[in-house]
């Protein structure tokens, strides 16, 4: 698994989406995320939701050290410094959460484990950036202002990476609008890796509509 930072940041804003997905199944986990991987997303944001969900990361992590060590495997849904740093000790490689924490920054930071807070207005995101977090999270995007919010951050603040997750949806019209707003990535979850998907274990279909996405974004970013 990549190690470094900057490659981390890197990966995540080349494939545009990353995908959000948690199941207490170690082996449902690892279809999906090679599917995703596969896809063209080797980004993965497990989301830190259901009980012993840090023992079924770790064996995830496990499994793609040997199985497919080009996976990146992030943390979601962390709220709090001890829980980002089990999941850095699990071989997180990224870590985002619905809100703030300077605790969590510092974290993070200590161990250069890129961190992507959710944050809902100017000076959340500023703060962010002082914390030093490259790309925050715009959390829940579509209701902190959409692709409109986005828009009016970047006016002042250019340099400004910004990640909504939370109203974006795998469609063209919906990715151009956020795209053409100005983030460098998106997170999607159900919307992306299915119910019904996963109800038929159809992790080739998985592949197929993350593989779309991923192509649907280069296209919007003008790429060949």
Not at 196 to 219: P, Q, S
């Amino acid at each position: 698994m990549a190690k470094d930072r900057m490659a981390v940041l890197a990966a995540m804003m080349e494939q545009g989406v990353i995908p959000v997905f948690y199941h207490p199944d170690v082996e449902v986990c690892t279809n999906v995320i090679q599917a995703c991987a596969n896809g063209g997303a080797k980004c993965i944001e497990f989301t830190n939701r259901g009980e012993f969900a840090p023992h079924v990361f770790l064996d995830v992590t496990r499994h793609f050290a040997k199985a497919d060590p080009s996976v990146i495997m992030g943390v979601g849904s962390v709220v709090d410094a001890p829980t980002a740093g089990i999941y850095i000790a699990n071989g997180a490689k990224f870590v985002v959460g619905p809100i703030l924490n300077a605790d969590v920054a510092k974290v993070c930071n200590r161990r250069k484990i890129p961190y992507s807070p959710g944050c809902g207005s100017a000076s959340e995101i500023s703060y962010a950036e002082e914390l030093g977090c490259e790309i925050v999270k715009i959390f829940p995007g579509s209701s902190v202002g959409g692709p409109e919010f986005v828009k009016n951050v970047l006016g002042p603040m250019p340099w400004t990476r910004l990640m909504p997750t939370g109203g974006v949806d795998p469609t063209e019209e919906s990715l151009s609008k956020w795209f053409g707003a100005g983030i460098v990535a998106a997170g999607i979850g159900s919307k992306l890796i299915t119910a019904d998907l996963l109800k038929a274990k159809d992790y080739k279909g998985i592949e197929n509509k993350v593989a779309e996405t991923v192509a649907l974004i280069k296209k919007i970013r003008g790429k060949k």
